[in-house]
DNA sequence: AAGCAGGGCAACCGCGAGAAT
DNA sequence: TATTCTCGCGGTTGCCCTGCT
């Protein structure tokens, strides 16, 4: 049995629908040389001059003066210059702080719609907490708010709205099942969640993936079993998929399907990985997939691109069950199959 | 009325990334 | 190419207000 999944992973950032990250950057040659690293060496010069800027709430004196010179002058592009020259001692970050989230023009705070709220859950759902992506979707509202409305209020109103889940949990890790490990990037994920709704024996929407995501329980455990690779090549444009055939009951054949490209040259590719639930308490079945997991086969799809491939999966889901997201933020070839 | 706890929110902090030099 | 500067982001902090005892 292994926890961990590994997705390949072409790009600086990777999303699910129920949780994001970015990829941070751990290469440590380059590191030595990136300029945070420098600037702590050589103790890096403030952005301001901490002792002589105030700090704390703004007065609607500042506010004013704030106000009136980007009204007249802009910004000018130099925040760090601005307060100097609109004769404010405050540091450059706070005077853009300030702006941005409370003087400029058409800002709304407070009483966010019911139609917001949704577009909050969703947008959370998707993206994970990308404040001012969320915010660039809402008129008028900053990621702060968005952020504090979400902390203070949204969370617990889904908690409050929804049930804990009794039984099932999927813990997602990352592992590698690429053809290509030097073009893989490993991410660690054993924290996150997918969604799954134990009660009817479905994955879960979006909106309802989320709350599970925040409880953060990890009740069971779950496993991954690999799918192998799809190789997609301009010059030998077959895709060679591993498959199992899978003569397990409806009832556990529940699942996640991450594809994610990887591109080499003039070939990509794609990994498959299926993420599976099972009961913690049936140890049994546990054992049951690790056997399966042996008797993967090989076929050869003939002509089938990437997108052949999400057109393939998508008219499989002819089951009400069934799911298919793609990633509409991200330009990776990457999706993932609910079924 | 005073003290305390919790919630809400504005502001701050530290970091990564990209632009500029 | 290496270094520095600046911006923008997300997480965190801390103040203030409100309600409860």
Known sequence: MSLSLIITEPENSFSFPFFSFKKQNKDISTKTLRPRETDREMGRAP?????????GPWSPEEDAKLKDYIEKQGTGGNWIALPHKAGLRRCGKSCRLRWLNYLRPNIRHGDFTEEEDNIIYS????????????????????????????????KKKLIATMAPPPHHHLAIATSSSSASP????????????LPYNPSTNQLLTPHQGIMMTMMGQQQQLFYQEDMGNLVNSPNRNNLIMSHQE??????????????????????????????????????????HHEEDERSMTSVVMEDYGMEEIKQLISSSCTSSNNSLWFDENKTEDKFMLYY
Do not use: P
Request: net charge positive; hydrophobic share 25%.
């Open 47 to 55: 952005c301001c001059d901490k002792a002589n800027v105030k700090r």
């Open 123 to 154: 947008l959370f759902a998707s993206i994970g907490s990308r404040w001012s992506v969320i915010a660039a979707h809402l008129q008028g509202r900053t990621d702060n708010d968005i952020k504090n409305y979400w902390n203070t209020k949204l």
């Open 182 to 193: 030097s073009s893989s990037s490993h991410y660690n994920m054993i924290n996150s969640l």
């Open 246 to 287: 899978d003569n397990q009951e409806q009832s556990t054949n529940k699942g996640i399907m991450l594809l994610s490209d990887v591109r080499s040259g003039s070939s990509t590719t794609s990994t498959v990985t299926r993420v599976k639930m099972e009961h913690r308490d049936h140890d049994d079945h546990h054992h």
